[in-house]
């Protein structure tokens, strides 16, 4: 047992030598957590100038981790190495568990849960987003192919979630393109949804995370579920209606006042369960691959809270 303890630890020599190197490090995605990350370094550098700070992340998220003023180098994990650095913390899980444990008993941001498991209280909350706007102009010849005429006002529209019980539905797809005739709408994701196949709302797939983001920087609104080009788009400050089902809205929106949060909430209706933070044990019915909390968004929900987005262009 005392040897196999040894294995994790690092020589005095070792610790000498890299005593101010500080690695903070996440094994897994997804996109808007790694963006929202990007909030916890400026404290780091202002309160301890003298880190080197290095952020460890998966290689293929790179472009949401890149250009952060406040971060010395960027990794990918397989360049990790325990002996390079005097600490090291590994956030892949803390998140998780604080939020299975207290659900919305302790509501807190993502980016100040990571910061007080290494014992920061912060106090900015600047995400310094990367810009890839050079990328825009390859963006805008795919727009012009899908029918945009250059004129009118772009709007993204991302109704789809790497977690699928937060997709919006048909229904919802609808009203969204019934309620946009004055924006180009179009569909962004990895590749095409059949809801906007059947309702004729064209889409840009197949892009790079860099035109993505550039798409995204370079829009004049945003409809979306929660996902990752939400945390984008707060980041940049771009207005964005953003539809929430088992997590809270305004915890997860927080330092993000270009988002209007559209949610079955139990602040607002009597007798409403949510946001729960535990979907698997839904009482309304467990096995559904969309719950209650986001196809029950209705068409006024939606229409209400354009309106109020609209109010703010």
Request: a neutral charge; one cysteine or more.
């Amino acid at each position: 047992m005392f040897f196999n303890s040894l294995k994790n630890q690092i020589s005095i020599p070792e610790f000498l030598k890299n005593h101010n190197k500080l690695c903070i490090y996440r094994s897994v995605g997804g996109l808007g957590d790694i963006l929202a990350m990007r909030m916890i370094f400026q404290d780091i550098k202002i309160l301890y100038p003298e880190l080197e700070v290095t952020w460890a992340v998966p290689f293929r998220y790179f472009p949401a981790a890149a250009k952060h003023p406040y971060v010395d180098k960027l990794i990918h994990l397989d360049q990790f190495k325990r002996e390079n650095f005097g600490n090291f913390f590994d956030i892949t899980t803390c998140c998780g568990r604080y939020e299975s444990l207290y659900k919305r008993n302790k509501l807190k941001n993502r980016s100040d849960i990571w910061a007080e498991h290494f014992g920061l209280i912060l106090q900015n909350h600047n995400m310094f987003t990367p810009s890839y706007k050079e990328k825009f102009d390859h963006v805008k010849t795919r727009l012009r192919e899908i029918g945009w005429d250059g004129k009118k006002k772009l709007l993204p529209f991302v109704p789809r979630s790497a977690i699928s019980l937060k997709n919006m539905t048909y229904q919802q797809c609808k009203t969204v393109k019934e309620m946009t005739e004055d924006f180009f709408l179009f569909g962004l994701h990895t590749g095409p949804i059949i809801e906007l196949l059947e309702l004729k709302i064209p889409g840009i797939y197949n892009f790079t995370l860099e035109e993505a983001l550039a798409c995204i920087e370079s829009a004049d609104a945003l409809i979306c579920t929660d996902t990752g080009f939400m945390h984008a788009a707060g980041g940049y400050g771009i207005p964005t209606l953003a539809t929430f089902s088992f997590v809270d809205g305004a915890t997860y929106c927080k330092y993000y006042p270009s988002i209007q949060v559209v949610q079955m909430h139990a602040d607002q209706i009597d007798n409403w369960c949510g946001p729960c933070y535990d979907y698997p044990q839904c009482p309304y019915n467990s096995q559904e691959s969309v719950k209650p909390c986001q196809y029950e968004i209705s068409p006024k929900m939606l229409q209400e809270n354009w309106q109020k987005l609209l109010n703010r262009l």
